[in-house]
């Protein structure tokens, strides 16, 4: 295995980490917390599950486009982290001062998607007809 595929294995095992503890901490918050948050602290706990799966989702499709997808990655991972971690920190702590940090996340996320729109339609140019 090349260096650049296992670096695309890499980043799809990351993603599928980060989609199945989406999908642990979905269920954690549908069965332990639902009990006992109310109906907005339960909603924002969902969003960041929503997010987190969706990109992990995304990252292992992304490791399997390779090298277009390579320079979207770490946006990605970090907006996802950033985003989704300001929110789960917000349900446990109630401080809201981490709801000011989810939007740094989205705009890590919203960078990321352009940077691969733009990689794949600069590959698609490159493409033989």
Request: charged share 10%; no cysteine; aromatic share 8%.
């Amino acid at each position: 295995m090349s260096g650049a595929e296992a670096s695309d294995a890499r980043w799809a095992a990351v993603g599928a980490l980060l989609a199945g503890a989406g999908v642990a901490l979905g269920a954690f918050g549908a069965h332990a917390l639902a009990p006992v948050l109310s109906e907005a602290r339960l909603a924002t706990f969902e969003t960041a599950v929503r997010y987190q799966t969706v990109h992990g989702v995304a990252l292992l499709a992304v490791a399997a486009w390779g090298p277009p997808g390579r320079a979207a990655r770490p946006w990605l991972l970090a907006g996802a982290l950033v985003f989704a971690g300001a929110l789960y920190a917000l349900v446990a702590t109630d401080v809201s001062a981490f709801g000011a940090v989810a939007p740094v996340g989205g705009v890590a996320l919203i960078v990321g998607w352009a940077l691969l729109a733009w990689r794949l339609l600069r590959a698609g140019r490159h493409a033989p007809s």
